[in-house]
């Protein structure tokens, strides 16, 4: 449970420098390592299905990686929800397509589950003048949920929507031309799920970003952001010019499809804690 006081100290570490910050990451990452059998059994088994071309030892360094780049970037959360914009410019870069950011459409933001993923709604929030909606999950944990949603606020004309709020809310904000920052790429359960290849294995995802598309009439702005020695980089990728199309389930395909290419590229860096492929389809196996 997270405390008044235990946020208090929280905030204190935001102004040790970043490579002592990240040492202490470090080393809880490994301390989760250790110590959570069970989540480190999840991301085995998740590696084991999307990689299975790897080794178990280099499935394992995998493993390894993702339990420090986790906790890096929870306690890079310090700098990034309590000190000054001036930290956030110096630590946080802008690359790839930025003249995407300029245009005046509406637009749905593809946000992978990287470790970085709240990095790049802050950057973008402190330096786009656009309007940007997000829907979250509220926490059980008050405390919790009040800090999450003041770190999430502070910079820009921002507005978190709850699942509970519905897709009609969400569009006519998106079709008033707020941005929404959309991270679909989780297993939410299986209501209003879809079965589509994710690394070859079939996984429940919701073809929201496909709806929300074609409802707000908006194209779709991947955004993928990654953790370096010197802070992160938000990767702008070049909007694509071939989604949403009328079918909902191919979109969700080619969405994942993308996905795949963006993990490959930094694949300790994606949510592998989360069970990816905890729904399964009528008869299959459990991967758990």
């Not at 997270?2 to 204190?12: A, D, R």
């Not at 003048?129 to 999430?152: D, E, L, Y």
């Amino acid at each position: 449970m997270i405390s008044q006081v235990g946020l208090k100290l929280f905030q204190l570490l935001g102004f040790l420098p970043l490579p002592v910050l990240r040492a202490i990451g470090s080393m809880v990452g490994m301390a989760l390592y250790l110590g959570a059998r069970w989540r480190r059994h999840v991301v085995l088994q998740n590696l084991r299905v999307c990689f299975s071309q790897k080794s178990e030892s280099q499935r394992l360094a995998i493993t390894k990686q993702a339990f420090v780049y986790f906790a890096q970037a929870w306690l890079d959360r310090s700098w990034l929800w309590h000190r000054s914009p001036s930290c956030i410019h110096a630590r946080v870069r802008f690359t790839g397509a930025i003249d995407e950011l300029t245009a005046d459409v509406p637009t749905v933001i593809f946000a992978p589950h990287f470790v970085g993923l709240d990095v790049g709604w802050t950057l973008l929030t402190l330096r786009v003048p656009k309007h940007f909606t997000t829907i979250f999950t509220p926490q059980s944990n008050p405390v919790a949920g009040a800090w999450m949603t003041q770190g999430r606020s502070r910079f820009g004309q921002v507005q978190l929507f709850q699942r509970e709020d519905g897709v009609k809310t969400i569009v006519s904000s998106l079709r008033n031309n707020a941005w929404l920052y959309l991270l679909p790429d989780m297993n939410f359960g299986p209501e209003e799920s879809i079965f589509v290849p994710f690394f070859g294995e079939p996984a429940a995802t919701v073809p929201s970003l496909s709806r929300f598309a074609k409802l707000g009439r908006a194209r779709v702005l991947p955004v993928v952001t990654r953790m370096t020695s010197s802070g992160y980089e938000v990767e702008v990728l070049k909007a694509w010019d071939d989604f949403p199309t009328d079918d909902a389930q191919a979109d969700t395909a080619l969405m994942n499809q993308r996905l795949e290419t963006y993990i490959q590229a930094m694949p300790a860096q994606y949510f592998w804690v989360h069970k990816r492929f905890k729904t399964r389809p009528e008869g299959a196996a459990s991967i758990y």
